[in-house]
């Protein structure tokens, strides 16, 4: 089976029909300018002046982003009634075949920007989750993180251990925006050991991500190294036994969730059972 | 043959014209060609090829080739973990994260400072973590070694650094000193040098029944200074002089400098020779920041020290590490880098340009040939 890029210059040397090109060319050699009262040469006398060389191909050049108005909010792109720039194959293979979006002609153009003076006071209500911020609850939602505490030394789950611990995952956050619960968790305890518990990350004082921790007993002696499972994604009944309850991203339109803000007894009472 | 010919001929001469009597002008061909003169160009050319696929053949030993062929299977030290940067692999990932939380592998390396690095590791290793508040840090250079000539690479090295704040690395150091006073001698071994030698034991050395593989590093008092000569090239880098402070009157002073420093290897990755690491440890966690700053600093000019820095850095990324643990943040190491002088980036500049202009050549004389030939084809 050829590939499809083979298949498609394949089709394109069959095709016998005609196709326009634009070739912008320059002459290698100048000829010179004819004297004032003098008769001009004729330039296909001498060769040189028959050469040309290729300045651009137009054909070859990329056309560039397309212009299109979004019927819908679309991810990473942009919102409903937006006119964006997107890349030239996305837009045919994608957002204009499925309806997500139309070009950006003169007539459209006045249509949507009417519908969304019309509809103004239903778009400003709608709840519209920044896209970064999307990406990021979504990378982390994915995480257990096992929240590394010693062996033998006293310890309380604080923010700082929970930080390192964090940023030993590659998430690198300020000790500010994270939200443990009001009782402190302590040991060493090997009874907790491999135990999830619930915290919360606040990412830009808006979207609150609800995050699982795992107590991982650790040493630098190798010798003393606890192996706990360590599965990714636990299931529901898991959470369960640790009356954990499955929750999803909350987000609010303005900069809510401060630092001293009661984060675990809002989630509590409005936390999203479902995915948003 | 001929008489061969003619016998085939005689017994079936209709025969004359089959393939039997066509193999036998063959090889008449293929002699006279032998004995063809050919041009002083031709010879050239052949000698050159043979030459060519001599030296590949010597390039490597038979076992260093068998060598090579089981490293290029496994993974080259450089990409063992934590892995060599490479800047066109996030290219079009964002510079600067702009949230207050963010996921590492969605930016660019982000470079810190040593003091900000150093916090970090402390609080991992605080007590209610990992409880290493002592722990000794690891400098991780990932190195770009190569010269002005594309075959040759920076040449691996070992050697000791001594830095402006020692510190206890736990580490036995042997020192050959070289004095030619009995009583300097016996000094010197007191204040720890491992073995103290005078003029008789240079000629033992250059003979080679006195191997001095197993020392770190030699120190020579001044009066030794013409004669330890003849070991440069035995000694290499460790050959004490007085720009590396290997050389001094004061021995003791010397050995104490040597037996506190950084041990700094540069290593060449054996799969990619163009890559090269070197490990080393620069302090101790405890240290405060600005000492261990001065430290990293000797130590980066030590190693950049082994390359023209008109070539470009020689350090592709600097990594702060702890022993053990696999926590690593990339440091800036831009100030400590030294700054080529305009002489030196002219010359690599005007070497490039030749380069450039032999290639263009080349290349013009190649598709010179080529178009003929698919003339001809079509």
Not at chain 1, 3 to 16: D, F, I, Q
Not at chain 1, 63 to 89: C, M, N, W, Y
Not at chain 1, 170 to 177: D, I, L, P, R, S
Not at chain 2, 2 to 27: E, K
Request: proline share 6%; with cysteine.
């Amino acid at each position: 089976m050829l590939p499809a890029t083979h298949l498609h210059r394949l089709a394109r040397h069959l095709n016998l029909q005609s196709s326009r090109n634009t070739w912008v060319l320059r002459r290698v050699f100048q000829p010179e300018a004819t004297p004032p009262g003098g008769i001009q040469k004729n330039p296909n006398d001498f060769h040189d002046y028959q050469k040309y060389e290729v300045v651009e191909v137009e054909t070859q050049k990329s056309a560039g982003p397309i212009k299109v108005i979004l019927l819908q909010d679309v991810e990473g792109i942009g919102h409903q009634f937006d006119v964006v720039s997107v890349d030239r194959t996305l837009a045919r293979k994608d957002l204009l075949l499925s309806k997500k979006a139309v070009y950006a002609s003169p007539f459209d153009l006045k249509y949507y920007a009417d519908m969304k003076t019309r509809m103004a006071d239903e778009l400003a209500s709608r709840v519209r989750i920044p896209y970064e911020l999307k990406v990021v609850g979504r990378d982390l939602q994915k995480m257990v993180v096992p929240i590394k505490v010693n062996m033998e030394n006293e310890w309380t789950i604080d923010t700082k251990v929970v930080k390192s611990s964090l940023r030993q995952m590659g998430v690198f956050v300020a000790e500010n925006t994270i939200f443990l619960a009001a009782k402190p968790i302590s040991g060493p305890n090997f009874d907790i050991e491999a135990k999830l518990f619930r915290f919360y990350l606040v990412v830009n004082q808006q979207y609150t991500v609800p995050m699982l921790g795992r107590v991982t007993h650790v040493s630098v002696d190798e010798s003393k190294q606890m192996i706990s499972p360590t599965l990714t994604t636990p299931r529901d009944e898991e959470l369960a036994r640790y009356s954990i309850r499955k929750e999803f991203p909350l987000y609010s339109k303005t900069k809510d969730f401060t630092e001293d803000f009661p984060v675990f007894e809002h989630m509590k009472e409005h936390a999203p059972t479902t995915p948003q | 043959m001929l008489s061969l010919v003619r016998q085939t001929i005689s017994t079936s001469g209709s025969t004359m014209l089959r393939p039997v009597a066509a193999d036998v002008v063959q090889v008449r061909g293929r002699k006279r060609a032998l004995k063809q003169t050919i041009t002083r160009q031709q010879k050239l050319e052949r000698r050159m090829k043979r030459e060519e696929k001599e030296a590949a053949r010597k390039q490597y030993s038979f076992m260093e080739r068998i060598n090579i062929r089981r490293m290029k299977n496994l993974l080259s030290p450089s990409q063992q973990y934590p892995g060599r940067l490479n800047i066109d692999d996030e290219s079009n990932l964002p510079e600067k994260p702009t949230l207050d939380v963010f996921i590492k592998s969605h930016f660019k390396t982000q470079y810190y400072t040593v003091a900000e690095a150093l916090d970090m590791h402390r609080e991992l290793q605080s007590p209610s973590i990992y409880n290493n508040p002592n722990a000794p840090i690891r400098l991780r250079l990932e190195l770009n070694m190569t010269t002005e000539k594309q075959t040759k690479m920076v040449t691996g090295s070992d050697e000791i650094v001594p830095v402006p704040f020692p510190f206890n690395h736990n580490e036995k150091r042997t020192i050959l000193a070289f004095a030619n006073d009995v009583k300097l001698q016996e000094l010197a071994v007191e204040s720890g040098a491992e073995m103290a030698l005078g003029q008789d034991t240079i000629k033992k050395i250059i003979k080679g029944q006195f191997r001095t593989d197993d020392y770190d590093f030699c120190v020579s008092h001044s009066d030794m200074g013409s004669s330890i000569l003849p070991l440069r090239g035995i000694l290499k880098t460790r050959f004490p002089t007085r720009a590396n402070g290997g050389l001094g009157e004061n021995l003791p002073e010397l050995i104490e400098k040597f037996k506190n420093g950084v041990k700094l290897n540069i290593n060449g990755d054996p799969v990619y020779p163009i890559w090269g690491l070197s490990d080393c440890v620069v302090g101790r966690l405890s240290m405060p920041n600005e000492q261990i700053e001065a430290n990293i600093a000797t130590v980066i000019a030590a190693a950049c020290a082994h390359r023209n820095p008109a070539l470009g850095p020689f350090i592709n990324r600097a990594l702060l590490m702890t022993i053990p643990g696999e926590e690593n943040y990339a440091i800036d190491v831009k100030p400590w880098l030294p700054v080529p002088t305009e002489e030196e980036i002219e010359k690599i500049e005007k070497r490039k340009n030749k380069k450039k202009k032999k290639d263009e050549k080349k290349t013009e004389e190649t598709t010179d040939d080529a178009t003929p030939a698919m003339a001809a084809a079509l």
